[in-house]
C-alpha cells in the first residue's frame, strides 16, 4: 500500500489506484491515529493525502474502500475498491509502516535534531502498540 519513504515523498497505491503523497501530510501519525479511531470507535477510517496542488480522501468502512481524487482543475473522480475494508487497510498500514519504521521516523528529517527523531520514534512505536491492540480487540 505504501512505499518506501524517500525523502518526504511515498507511493500510495490501493487498488487500481496509485499517487504519489508527500510530506506535508503527517501519514504514520495522521492515518494510524484514523485507523485506531476507527477500529476503537466502529466507524469509517479516513484520511488525506497531500499530492502537491491535488488532493485525494481516503474512507473506508463496511466492505469497501472509496478513494476520492480532486485533480489540478477541481474535478474529482471517485475510485473504489472492492472487498477492502477499514480492518484490512488498517493491517495493510500498520505493515507498511512496521516494514519502514526507521524511515517513517525520519522521513521528514528537515530541520529536526537526533532528540526529535527520538521522540518521534517513541511515539510511532507506542501509536503502532495501540493500533495494534485496537486490531486485535477489534477481530474478536
Same mark, same amino acid.
Given at each position: 500500500?505504501?512505499?518506501?519513504?524517500?525523502?518526504?515523498?511515498?507511493? +500510495?497505491?490501493?487498488?487500481?489506484?496509485? @499517487?504519489?503523497?508527500?510530506?506535508?501530510?503527517?501519514?504514520? +501519525?495522521?492515518?494510524?491515529?484514523?485507523?485506531?479511531? @476507527? &477500529?476503537? *470507535?466502529?466507524?469509517?477510517?479516513?484520511?488525506?493525502? $497531500?499530492?502537491?496542488?491535488?488532493?485525494?480522501?481516503?474512507?473506508?468502512?463496511?466492505?469497501?474502500?472509496?478513494?476520492?481524487?480532486?485533480?489540478? =482543475?477541481? $474535478? *474529482?473522480?471517485?475510485?473504489?475498491?472492492?472487498?477492502?475494508?477499514?480492518?484490512?487497510?488498517?493491517?495493510?498500514?500498520? $505493515? =507498511?509502516? #512496521?516494514?519502514?519504521?526507521?524511515?517513517?521516523?525520519?522521513?521528514?528529517?528537515?530541520?529536526?535534531?537526533?532528540? =526529535?527523531?527520538? #521522540? #518521534?520514534?517513541?511515539?510511532?512505536? @507506542?501509536?503502532?502498540?495501540?493500533?495494534? @491492540?485496537? &486490531? $486485535?480487540?477489534?477481530?474478536?
Amino acid at each position: 500500500m505504501l512505499s518506501k519513504p524517500d525523502i518526504g515523498w511515498t507511493v +500510495f497505491s490501493l487498488g487500481d489506484f496509485q @499517487a504519489k503523497v508527500s510530506y506535508l501530510v503527517d501519514i504514520p +501519525f495522521d492515518w494510524l491515529i484514523s485507523c485506531k479511531d @476507527a &477500529l476503537k *470507535y466502529n466507524i469509517p477510517a479516513s484520511f488525506f493525502l $497531500e499530492l502537491e496542488g491535488e488532493s485525494c480522501i481516503v474512507t473506508s468502512y463496511g466492505y469497501d474502500t472509496h478513494i476520492i481524487f480532486r485533480n489540478h =482543475d477541481c $474535478e *474529482y473522480t471517485l475510485t473504489t475498491v472492492h472487498g477492502v475494508d477499514f480492518v484490512q487497510l488498517s493491517r495493510m498500514l500498520l $505493515e =507498511d509502516i #512496521r516494514l519502514y519504521f526507521d524511515d517513517w521516523v525520519t522521513w521528514y528529517d528537515f530541520e529536526q535534531t537526533e532528540s =526529535d527523531f527520538a #521522540r #518521534r520514534r517513541t511515539a510511532l512505536k @507506542a501509536l503502532i502498540e495501540e493500533t495494534e @491492540a485496537y &486490531l $486485535e480487540r477489534y477481530k474478536k
